[in-house]
C-alpha cells in the first residue's frame, strides 16, 4: 500500500533535481562558451522477495532514480565581437587556463591582457600557449590571432611580424567525462587525457561562442516538469483517499459474530 | 529548492545585461562612444554524484555523473573597439581617427586621459581643448587672425598667419596606442584612463607603428549597432521572463508539495 506513495516521491525527487538543472541553464542562457545540462533518468527495481513459497510471484516495483546529468557539447552560436582578444573555437576543442586549483579548459574566449602582458581569462586566469603563457611586450599592436591559433603581433616601429606564442587548443577523447568547474570552465578528471586537438579546429578571432542553451526546448522541459510533478501529487492524493475510503468502508462493515 | 535562487541569479543577470544595452542605446550618437557587452559566466557546480565514482564492487566506473549548477556571474563589461562610421562635418577642428589610436588629453589634476572624441575647439588663448575645455597632449596654440587649419593624415596642423602667404606648420597632433583598448576605464565625458589591463600607453605620430590616420573635418560616429542592441535587448527580456518563469515553475512545485499534506 505504501508503494505508491514511495514509487511516486522517488518521481518528484527526481523532477526537482531535472528543475534545478533546467533552472541553471536557463540562467546561463547568455553565458559566453556555456554548455547546457541534461538528466537521465533510469528504473530502479526493487529486488525480488527472496522466499520461492509465496503462490503467486511477487510484483517487482520500480523507482525512478536520476542517474545522471550529462552536458550537451554541440556547439553554440558564434556572434562577432571585433575584439582582437575574442576568440571563438570552431570544432571539437579547448583552451586550457592555469588557474590555482590546476589547469582548466574552457571554450570561453573573451580574452585580456592583465598587468604584465599575459594573456589572461576575464577572470585573470593565464591562458596557456605551447610553451607555456602568453605574454605580449608593451609596444605590440595589430595583434593577429591566426586560424591555428598562432599569434603574431607588431612590435614597435617594425614592419615585419613577430610570434608571440600559440594558443594550446586541445581535445579529449573521453570528453563526455569532463567536468564543469564554475567560471565556464571545465576540469579533467584522472584518467581523461587532454590531446591534439581534432582535425578541422580553427580559431576564429574576434569573435566569441555564445550559450548552446535552447530556449524553447528548456521551457518545454520546464512545463513539463511541472506537469508531472502536479500529476504525480495527484497520484499520491487519490492513493490517500483511496485508503480513507477504504479504512471507513471496512469499519462499517458489521463484524460477524460479534452480536 | 535550489532552482528558485538559480533563476534569481539568472534574472539579476539579465538585469544587467538590459542596463548595458540601455547604456549602449542611450549613447547611439555619442561621438566616439564604444559599446559594451556584459560577459557571463556559470556559478560553482554541486556534484551530487561524481563522475568516475565506483558505481559496483567489480570496479565499474559511473561514466557520468549528476551535476547541479548554481546559475550565473557577470565577470566584466568590457568594450567592443571596432571602428565607428566616420561623419563629415566641415568644421577644422573635428578630428576623426581613423585605425586605431586615442588622442591624449591633459585632465585639470594634471593626469592624462584618452579619447576618441575628437570635436575640439579653441580657448581664449588659441589652444586646442576638448568640448569640456580641457589641453590636448601636445598643446598645440593657433595663433590669432591666422587663417586656413589644416591638419594633414599624420596629425601635422598648419596654418596661414596673418600677412603671410604661405602656411606654415604649428604643432603635431599625436595618438597614443594600448595592446589592449578593451582594458582602458571609461569615466564618463567620453574620457578613458589607462588601467594595468590595457598596458602601458605607448604614444606615436599617426600613421606609425600601427596607429591610425587622422581625417579633418569629420568625427567618428558612436559603434553601438542599432539592430545588434535590439535584437540583444529582446533576448535579454525574453531571457529575463524565462528566469522568472522557473521561479513560478519552483512556487508551483512547492505549492504542490505543501498541499499534499491537508
Known amino acids: 500500500m505504501e508503494n505508491a506513495l514511495l514509487v511516486g516521491l522517488s518521481r518528484q525527487m527526481a523532477l526537482s533535481h531535472e528543475l534545478d538543472i533546467v533552472a541553471n541553464n536557463i540562467a546561463n542562457l547568455n553565458t559566453t562558451g556555456y554548455k547546457a545540462d541534461n538528466t537521465l533518468f533510469a528504473q530502479y527495481l526493487m529486488p525480488d522477495a527472496r522466499d520461492d513459497d509465496f503462490a503467486g510471484k511477487d510484483r517487482r516495483i520500480s523507482f525512478v532514480t536520476d542517474r545522471a546529468s550529462w552536458i550537451n557539447f554541440a556547439p553554440g552560436a558564434i556572434q562577432r565581437t571585433g575584439n582582437p582578444l575574442d576568440v571563438a573555437i570552431d570544432g571539437n576543442a579547448y583552451l586550457a587556463v592555469q588557474t590555482p586549483r590546476g589547469v582548466r579548459y574552457t571554450r570561453n574566449g573573451a580574452l585580456v591582457t592583465n598587468a604584465s602582458g599575459q594573456l589572461v581569462t576575464s577572470e585573470g586566469y593565464p591562458v596557456m600557449g605551447d610553451n607555456g603563457p602568453i605574454t605580449f611586450q608593451n609596444t605590440d599592436h595589430n595583434v593577429i590571432i591566426s586560424q591555428s591559433g598562432i599569434i603574431t ?67 518545454t522541459r520546464m512545463l513539463q516538469i511541472t506537469q508531472s510533478y502536479t500529476d504525480i501529487a495527484n497520484v499520491l492524493q487519490q492513493q490517500s483517499d483511496q485508503r480513507k475510503n477504504a479504512l471507513n468502508q471496512l469499519s462499517q462493515t458489521p463484524a460477524s459474530g460479534s452480536a | ?137 601636445p598643446t598645440i596654440t593657433v595663433p590669432q587672425g591666422s587663417t586656413g587649419l589644416t591638419v594633414n593624415q599624420q596629425g601635422q596642423v598648419s596654418v596661414t598667419p596673418t600677412g603671410s602667404t604661405t602656411s606654415s606648420i604649428l604643432g603635431q597632433f599625436t595618438l597614443t596606442t594600448f595592446i589592449n583598448d578593451a582594458g582602458l576605464q571609461a569615466n564618463g565625458s567620453n574620457l578613458f584612463t589607462a588601467t594595468p589591463a590595457s598596458g602601458t600607453p605607448q604614444d606615436g605620430t599617426p600613421g606609425t607603428n600601427g596607429a591610425g590616420t587622422l581625417l579633418q573635418g569629420s568625427l567618428e560616429q558612436s559603434n553601438v549597432e542599432a539592430v545588434t542592441e535590439i535584437s540583444n535587448l529582446i533576448a535579454a527580456q525574453r531571457a529575463y521572463e524565462m528566469n522568472s518563469k522557473v521561479v513560478t515553475a519552483a512556487d508551483q512545485m512547492l505549492q504542490t508539495t505543501s498541499q499534499l499534506a491537508r
Open chain 1, 153 to 219: 603581433v607588431q612590435e614597435g616601429n617594425s614592419i615585419g611580424d613577430s610570434q608571440r606564442g600559440r594558443l594550446q587548443l586541445v581535445s579529449f577523447d573521453q570528453q563526455a567525462r569532463l567536468e564543469k568547474d564554475g567560471g565556464s570552465t571545465f576540469l579533467a578528471p584522472p584518467g581523461v587525457n587532454p590531446g591534439p586537438p581534432a582535425l578541422g579546429v580553427r580559431v576564429v578571432q574576434g569573435a566569441i561562442e555564445k550559450s548552446n542553451v535552447n530556449p524553447v526546448g528548456e521551457m
Open chain 2, 1 to 137: 529548492m535550489r532552482a528558485l535562487d538559480t533563476a534569481a541569479t539568472g534574472m539579476a543577470a539579465m538585469d544587467l545585461q538590459v542596463q548595458v544595452i540601455a547604456g549602449n542605446i542611450a549613447n547611439m550618437t555619442t561621438t566616439g562612444f564604444k559599446s559594451q557587452r556584459a560577459e557571463f559566466q556559470d556559478l560553482l557546480y554541486e556534484h551530487v554524484q561524481r563522475i568516475g565514482a565506483q558505481a559496483s564492487d567489480q570496479g565499474n566506473i559511473l561514466p557520468v555523473g549528476i551535476e547541479l549548477g548554481s546559475g550565473v556571474k557577470t565577470v566584466g563589461t568590457p568594450r567592443l573597439m571596432t571602428q565607428g562610421s566616420l561623419a563629415q562635418t566641415g568644421n577644422p577642428l573635428d578630428v576623426a581617427i581613423q585605425g586605431t589610436g586615442w588622442f591624449k588629453i591633459l585632465m585639470p589634476d594634471g593626469t592624462f586621459s584618452y579619447t576618441r572624441d575628437g570635436s575640439f575647439q579653441m580657448d581664449s588663448q588659441g589652444r586646442v581643448v576638448t568640448a569640456e575645455g580641457n589641453l590636448v597632449q
